[in-house]
């Protein structure tokens, strides 16, 4: 199935005092995932934020462009920080999509029970009552991707969506993620510093060092015949690398 979110980011510069975005271009076509890697501090998230319209405050888009074709939505690192810790899971994911779909709040909770489902959360109807605090993390995960797909998106952004995740959970989180972008026809934009998790669900990367883009191309060529020290870097660290994508048992 071949979804309709395309993205293209075009020299994009983002600026606070100074600036930290230095001419990024990248491009997503219509069912495809490709992956941002890079160390800490590279720019991959707020590159992200950026698309989103969610830059932190004090920070600027100061140059580029940046097209969505569709419907875009992010699902974050933290759900901790990102879930209102005072309002049951289900009803988070309700309010969502009573504002998507203008629906009544009888088929609001239909509908977050469906997606609470769709995501492979063990028991919806039981943990839709709970609150954040009360689930795992790979739980809330699943939480976090429920409200993006609330949304109803073309195009599915991930911040680094598996790093507090213990290496099962992370599979899981990984092996859903592709699934439902096998399902739903999405687009994704995988942003992650693990080279080895990008390679399970992106075709493509690109490589980013202190805000540009320093390298990319197929995962596998990268993988299998780095081309240059900050990709070899990436390589070496993760080592053996897993299967690559396209390769999940699911």
Do not use: N
Not at 30 to 56: D, I, Q, W
Not at 128 to 135: C, S, T, V, W
């Amino acid at each position: 199935m071949t979804g309709t979110g395309r993205l293209a980011v075009d020299d994009l510069r983002v600026a606070g005092e100074t600036e930290l975005l230095h001419g990024i271009s990248l491009a997503v076509a219509p069912g495809e995932a490709v992956g941002v890697v890079g160390e800490s501090g590279s720019g991959k998230s707020l590159t992200l934020r950026a698309v989103m319209g969610l830059l932190p405050r004090g920070l600027r888009v100061s140059g580029g462009r940046i097209r969505v074709d569709g419907t875009a939505a992010m699902v974050f690192q933290d759900p901790l920080s990102f879930l209102d810790p005072l309002a049951r899971v289900g009803s988070q994911v309700a309010e969502v999509c009573r504002t998507v779909h203008r629906g009544s709040p009888r088929a609001s909770r239909t509908r977050a029970l469906e997606l609470l489902e769709s995501v492979r959360l063990p028991d919806a109807a039981v943990l839709a009552r709970r609150y954040p605090h009360q689930l795992s993390g790979g739980q809330r995960q699943r939480v976090l991707i429920a409200l993006a797909l609330a949304r109803e998106p073309d195009l599915l952004l991930c911040d680094e969506p598996t790093t507090a995740l213990d290496v099962t959970v992370q599979r899981e989180v990984l092996d859903l993620i592709a699934r439902l972008r096998a399902e739903r026809g999405l687009s994704v934009l995988f942003v992650s510093h693990d080279l080895a998790v990008v390679a399970q669900v992106c075709e493509r990367v690109v490589v980013m060092r202190e805000g540009r883009v320093v390298d990319g191309g197929a995962t596998v060529d990268l993988v299998t015949r780095p081309t240059s020290d900050d990709v070899r870097a990436l390589v070496d660290a993760v080592l053996p690398l897993p299967v690559l994508a396209g390769g999940s048992d699911e």
